[in-house]
């Protein structure tokens, strides 16, 4: 087995945590804040444990990166846990989210199968310098759509 490779980062977004839980999820927005194409298939509004859809996004060659995935923690106002199935791999993304001052601390980790080789050996700078901060621009995307609201 190849392992696995995580990543974290956060976001304070000046609103409560059961406002962010809500829009975030509400996975059919996520297109309005991610930062590059995005679009889901197969659900609207809030989403439940157990709960599946297709999101579809752009990655390095591929405009319509197809992933089928599982709701697989829906805890409100605190988590939010999606499983990305690829191929007979498993991404990770997990959205925990805590009161901070009058507002909350949104922490968006990824844990995902560490790539083959030879890919391998270019990822730490893929992640470096386009993985995180294309999540990040997502995070703070994120932050002001829903403090302009």
Known sequence: MAGRTTS?????????????????SDVSKHAEWSPKP???????????????????GTIPGDKNHRNEV??????????LVLDSAERGQHFINTFELQPEG??????RSMDAPKPPFPIS???????????????QKGLNN??????SA
């Open 121 to 135: 050996l270019i990822f730490p700078v893929l992640m470096a310098t386009v993985i995180k901060p294309d999540v």
């Open 8 to 24: 974290s980062q956060s976001v304070t977004i000046h609103r409560p945590p059961a406002e962010v839980f809500a829009y975030l």
């Open 102 to 107: 009058d507002g909350t601390l949104l922490t």
């Open 70 to 79: 599982t709701v697989a923690e829906c805890s409100a106002p605190t988590k």
């Open 142 to 147: 994120l932050k002001a759509k829903l403090e």
């Open 38 to 56: 995005y679009r889901v298939e197969g659900t609207s509004g809030p989403v439940k444990t157990g709960d599946t859809f297709a999101s579809v």
